[in-house]
């Protein structure tokens, strides 16, 4: 892949295809993505009670920044040359802008960021394009760079995957973090003097007293005993992939508190936590089996949203480029994240405007030493009959602790039970579609409620019985690969391709899942 060029948009292809054919089609996969950083104390952010203040956020970076396997897409381009760049508003920095604007920020995105960039795009392109009264900064980078889309094909795609390969992408990406490579005949610099030209642009180019954030990324895989084996050479792929990532935060670590001490007028925060955050929802290497609580978009599937028995279902998907990308949920995680770890950043100038209004989805009071943070998660879909657990955990005591969490279950105003711990089992006996409400209460007596909408179907997702091709099953995409008329979720032999090449076998946690 030519670094500095991005990934043309593939061809609309049908949607059942042999299995040579759609090894061919993953065989393209384009991806942007990198790996997670550690512990950095953030920069210091605005009182939480200072309401009154405006900021001028600029999105850059790859399609983790640009929110690629999130759905909802701006519109394309016409004049973009680098074809689709998937920049979604179900993205991480929506979900924080929409956080800030909740708490009055008055908040405005600018998105430029582009699905297949690298370090070069951002600098060439992004920066120039970027507004000149931009407050703070926000990016992922770094991942087209090592070329990841490379790991993912021969680390976990089946078909492709190989010790020799795996091994051999997992070295080259690693040796590319902090020394200089030679592709095609041209020197190409580090990611970690890339990115330092990144921030010496930035700084260039904004006021002193801006802000850049940049942002980790999860683990490709939960942490289980992964190993493939063939032509007697054997590959511990879960291990290097894990350690390629680890390498990677501790550049980016280091990077930022070394361009932190020379006290630039631009400050970095590095947002640590995404790769714990994530722990335990990663995909699951194996071919039998997906992970039923993933936060990252599996193979041949995208947009995956909580059920609301709390796992995961998506939509199907041939769209390569949306592969092994944060999900919705995740999205939701890293804005949650950045919201914990940075707050409303210094940054933030004061104004004399009106507040945003709070978005009815997310309402909940303001976040004050007075008042508690109120966070009930959803939208919520349940199955009638069947427990559905209600997480309000992002809740949070501004002042001691919270003391009490009240659950209205059928939204009429009237809170139905009472609990000291921050999630709840219910039951819903019969189908409906109303709200969700939460009431928290924190040592000094102050509380806060939010809502979020709430559909109790009679199998667990919103399609109707007449036209559910699993009408007793949870089916959210109602994917049908082979075509019989009964969806994918419900189907025993659903006609996915799962063969490795010959000689390949792949041993997980559970044993041997390969040929």
């Not at 699905?115 to 900064?137: A, H």
């Not at 194996?286 to 709390?310: C, K, L, M, P, Q």
């Not at 480029?321 to 999900?327: G, M, R, T």
Request: negative net charge; proline residues 6%; contains cysteine.
């Amino acid at each position: 892949m030519n670094i500095m060029k991005r990934a043309r948009p593939l061809p609309v292809l049908p949607l059942v295809l042999s299995a040579p054919a759609l090894l061919s089609l993953l065989g393209l996969l384009s991806l942007s993505i990198l790996s997670p950083p550690p512990l950095q104390a953030p920069a210091q952010a605005v009182d939480a009670g200072q309401q009154d203040v405006t900021l001028n956020v600029a999105l850059l970076g790859d399609s983790y920044s640009a929110g690629s396997g999130a759905g909802d897409y701006e519109a394309e381009d016409p004049d973009d040359p680098g074809g689709k760049a998937y920049r979604s508003r179900n993205s991480w920095a929506h979900h924080y802008v929409d956080w800030l604007n909740e708490r009055g920020a008055h908040a405005t995105l600018t998105n430029l960021a582009h699905s297949s960039s690298t370090t070069g795009d951002v600098i060439n392109e992004q920066i120039g394009e970027m507004p000149s009264d931009t407050d703070l900064v926000m990016l992922t980078i770094g991942g087209n760079d090592v070329h990841f889309p490379d790991i993912v094909k021969r680390c976990f795609m089946v078909g492709l995957r190989s010790a020799s390969g795996c091994r051999e992408t997992v070295q080259t990406a690693d040796s590319r973090l902090e020394s200089e490579a030679v592709e095609g005949g041209v020197a190409v610099p580090s990611v970690r003097s890339q990115t330092r030209s990144i921030l010496e642009k930035l700084d260039a180019k904004l006021a002193d007293g801006a802000q850049v954030i940049l942002v980790g990324y999860p683990y490709l895989a939960t942490d289980a005993s992964y190993t493939l084996r063939n032509w007697g050479k054997s590959y511990d792929a879960g291990s290097g992939v894990r350690g390629l990532t680890d390498q990677a935060t501790a550049m980016q670590s280091s990077l930022v508190q070394e361009w932190n001490a020379a006290a630039p007028g631009l400050q970095a925060t590095f947002v640590d936590g995404t790769a714990t955050a994530f722990s335990g929802h990663e995909p699951d290497p194996s071919v039998w089996a997906r992970n039923d609580y993933r936060w990252i978009n599996e193979f041949f599937e995208t947009e995956g949203r909580r059920a609301g028995d709390g796992t995961t279902t998506s939509t199907w998907s041939l769209d390569p480029a949306v592969f092994y990308h944060p999900n919705m949920i995740g999205h939701e995680q890293i804005g949650d994240l950045i919201a914990k770890q940075v707050g409303i950043p210094s940054a933030a100038k004061p104004a004399g405007a009106r507040r945003a209004p709070i978005a009815p989805a997310l309402a909940a009071a303001d976040a004050t030493p007075e008042t508690p943070f109120a966070w009930i998660q959803g939208p919520y879909v349940a199955r009638a009959g069947e427990k559905l657990t209600i997480d309000a955990s992002a809740s949070y005591a501004t002042a001691g602790q919270i003391t009490s969490y009240e659950w209205d279950f059928d939204g009429d105003g009237v809170y139905d039970e009472t609990t000291s711990t921050p999630t709840v089992d219910h039951v819903f006996a019969s189908e409906a579609e109303g709200s969700l409400a939460l009431r928290v209460t924190q040592s000094n007596g102050g509380s806060a409620v939010a809502t979020t909408d709430l559909l109790v179907s009679d199998d667990g997702d919103s399609t109707p019985a007449a036209t559910d091709n699993c009408p007793t099953v949870g089916n959210w995409g109602q994917t049908d690969y082979d075509g019989d008329g009964l969806g994918d979720e419900c189907d025993p032999a659903p006609g996915y391709p799962t063969a490795d090449k010959d000689g390949v076998t792949v041993e997980t946690a559970g044993g041997s899942d390969g040929n």
